[in-house]
Structure formats: structure tokens, C-alpha cells
């Protein structure tokens, strides 16, 4: 999972997500959020902003949006995860899913999501080992879910490949012995 280091990438793109945020007030000149370029934005207008931006107009003084939870983890999403996360393509619904999931917890008191996200994690990860640690894992009945795998998943079965190939070449030097 990204870390929430100013340099690292996978932060950077996780908080240019973009996430629905309601103005709380009327705000003049930046009707180009709406698409209406030198208006004013009205109390009550839904947009998507990135969630740096989203988040830094919910904090300030006074509160300029509310936030809302990203599609990417609506209702739809969540029945999914609990009925079989392996089957969901977590990459077309933000290629970095799981970071994504625990920025929102940063900001929502959502128990249940969290819950739901741990469970999807583990159970997503044990496949994903199964498929890093069977060398044609990326070919057969496994490669739709691979390319479902959002960024920390490809990261985990990155590693988890790596160091099986490195334990069948260990176990190949060590044959001849």
C-alpha cells in the first residue's frame, strides 16, 4: 500500500482520484469546476474534484464541500467484495483500490467498509500468492484475475513471484550438490 510520503507515487495518484463533493456554499469564479468558466458555483452543486482538492475545501474554514464516498466504493461495489472479491476487477474501478479504500476510512467513520476491504484484501491475496508462486499462474484460468489486480496487489504478486522464482533457482543450484 502507498505510504503517504510527498514523493511517492502511488500517493500522488491516489489522491488524484477523483471523489463527489457538494458545495456547502456559493462560491463566486469557480463556476469551471461545473464546466460554467466564470460563474459562480452554487450552494448545493455535486462535482468530482481529485481528493486532495475535495479533501483540503472540506477541512477548510468554513467548510467549503462534504465529501461522499467515490463509486468506486459505492453500495454496487461493496455487495460485490462481500459475495466474492475475487471476481471483482478492482483495477477498472480505481487502479489503486485498496489505497483509495483506506484514504476514505482516513476520513470517514465507516467500520463495516473497513472490515469489508481487510476481508477482500486477505482473501484476494491468498490467490494472489497461489498465482505468484505456480509458474504459469499469469497464463491459464488466472490471467483475468491478474489484470484485475489493483497497484498494491500487482506489488504483492510481484514480490511473492520474485521470491519463488528465486527459491526454484536455490532449489536448482542446490540439485546438483
Known amino acids: 500500500m502507498a505510504s503517504n510520503s510527498y514523493y511517492d507515487i502511488d500517493a500522488i495518484l491516489t489522491d ?39 479533501v483540503t475545501l472540506a477541512v477548510s474554514t468554513p467548510v467549503m464541500v462534504s465529501l461522499d464516498l467515490p463509486a468506486a466504493l459505492s453500495a454496487r461495489v461493496v455487495n460485490a467484495l462481500k459475495a466474492d472479491s475475487r471476481t471483482v476487477d478492482l483495477r477498472a474501478l480505481a487502479p489503486h483500490f485498496f489505497t483509495l479504500g483506506a484514504r476514505m476510512l482516513d476520513l470517514f467513520e465507516e467500520e463495516e467498509l473497513g472490515e469489508i476491504l481487510a476481508e477482500s484484501f486477505k482473501a484476494r491475496a491468498k490467490v ?9 499462474g499469469a497464463l491459464g484460468e488466472g490471467a483475468d484475475f491478474l489484470r484485475g489486480l489493483d497497484e498494491s496487489e500487482r506489488q504483492l504478486f ?18 546438483t550438490k
Not at 128 to 136: E, K, T, Y
Request: proline share 5%; hydrophobic share 35%.
Open 16 to 54: 488524484a482520484e477523483k471523489v463527489p463533493c457538494t458545495f456547502e456554499h456559493t462560491v463566486s469564479d469557480l463556476g469551471y469546476l461545473d464546466g460554467n468558466a466564470g460563474q459562480e458555483i452554487k450552494q448545493g452543486t455535486k462535482v468530482e474534484l481529485p481528493l486532495w482538492m475535495g
Open 128 to 136: 494472489i500468492a497461489d498465482q505468484a508462486h505456480n509458474p504459469r
Open 158 to 175: 510481484r514480490a511473492a513471484h520474485d521470491s519463488a522464482k528465486e527459491v526454484r533457482t536455490w532449489i536448482a543450484e542446490n540439485k
